[in-house]
């Protein structure tokens, strides 16, 4: 049982929305599991107020971390001091934590955790053709943890054009060759396809991809969590496909917060 | 049991420091009766840091009010929008909390909370002499709600020359010619004897007031709740008076919080 008092440490997690965080529950038992005296809480900031607010948060003195979500991860890797290898390369950060000379410091763990929770569900993407949807803050971290991991080819789609080659160019440059892009979806060959979109957060949303243009069996991973079974994973695993749930991505990422923070 | 998740609403207590601070566990566990979705955590806001922080905090949509310890109250009163008329006789806040329109408005109910404590321990100040050592923020607050409360004469005193005749100039606009000033302790006739000074937190203090000097069977109140019986308390019990703890001032606010803050 959670016991907050004047000794209890803080970490938030900043969204906009944030209702749909998952985070809290997660890692308040953790905590608790641990022995930590810390609380995780929920802070909606709304994208006009973002450096406001870090920089009110980043002068607390019992605060230890900032988690980052939608929509504020590229931002996030701006509001930091100094950036990761993987914030460099993704231009975006989930994680920022306070160094013991005081100043920020940003990661970015979605897309290893990503990776972490596909291969312990048993889909390694090394040496795979892997498609991805999303060429976003999460979209980012992820196509760079699957190329590290040693996917063999990445397609990426995005409608954003400028976005995508920007991308495309930071992945080059650490995976020469490896990445292919595209505005719309290209999943011929791709034998894990990941949708990294917020398609899939509000019921009447458009597919990112279509599953029935999917090889049999393959695996479909949907980083949206809630709801935890999107429109897309019903009717890919109606088809036969593998589903990937958008939890595993963040039971995928508890080891390496914990690591990071030094919890214990 | 508390549970944190994404639609949890936040409330925070600023001190500098905030180690001490009680408020988490009386109204964590208020929220979990009422069936209130939210969390009040402890804030660590180093003075020079203040305004970034409060900045940073009124920015967070999900966050509903702030509560305000030693030694903030008084630069609190400055970071609302709006401030009750307590707060503009006191000079200090120790709540805010965001209006329907977006605004800030300041309220103190270190003074009222007092008053319902020492009632409800059956020692109403109506009609009565009272003595109060100490003329900041806590002070102020409960000399105007002694009087507001119907005490017949109140005697404060401080060090602070300036400060005492600030308030008395406050206090007499309100209700005149009710409150003497004196840079000593004067309790010669008052039955109701309080220390709202920080003397006591440290167990080498020396004391406000001398309890040996008072008429038989006073009742002596003490503001500071850690240690929860002060030198002050302790000898004025030997000696035959009624003591009166700090934790009740903060028993006493729970309704008022309540009220203020819409809960339930």
Redesign the interface.
């Known amino acids: 049982?959670?016991?907050?008092?004047?000794?209890?440490r803080?970490y938030v997690?900043l969204?906009?929305?944030?209702?749909?965080?998952?985070s809290?529950?997660l890692l308040?038992p953790l905590f608790a599991k641990l022995d930590v005296d810390a609380?995780?809480?929920?802070?909606?900031?709304?994208a006009p107020?973002l450096e406001?607010?870090?920089?009110?948060?980043q002068?607390?003195?019992?605060?230890d971390g900032i988690f980052v979500t939608v929509p504020h991860k590229v931002a996030a890797a701006g509001l930091a001091d100094r950036r990761s290898p993987m914030v460099e390369i993704t231009g975006s950060a989930n994680a920022l934590r306070r160094e013991p000379d005081g100043r920020w410091y940003a990661e970015n763990f979605d897309g290893t955790g990503f990776v972490a929770g596909l291969v312990e569900a048993g889909h390694d993407p090394q040496a795979r053709t892997v498609f991805l949807a999303g060429a976003g803050g999460a979209g980012s971290a992820i196509a760079a943890a699957l190329l590290a991991a040693g996917a063999e080819r990445l397609a990426v789609c995005d409608p954003d054009s400028a976005k995508l080659a920007a991308l495309r160019a930071r992945l080059d440059a650490h995976w020469p060759g490896r990445t292919s892009v595209s505005a719309e979806p290209d999943t011929a060959g791709a034998g894990i396809v990941v949708n990294a979109t917020p398609l899939g957060l509000r019921p009447d949303d458009p597919l990112p991809f279509r599953p029935d243009e999917l090889a049999p069996r393959s695996v479909v991973a949907d980083i949206v969590m809630k709801p935890r079974e999107t429109r897309l994973l019903r009717e890919a695993a109606a088809l036969g496909h593998r589903v990937h749930y958008g939890i595993h991505m963040l039971e995928g990422q508890l080891n390496a917060y914990r690591a990071f923070f030094g919890l214990g």
Chains 1, 2 share one sequence.
């Open positions: 049982m959670m016991s907050i008092s004047g000794t209890t803080l997690v969204g906009d929305p944030v209702t749909q965080v998952q809290p529950g308040n609380v995780l809480v929920p802070v909606h900031a709304p107020d406001r607010i870090v920089a009110g948060l002068a607390i003195a019992n605060l």
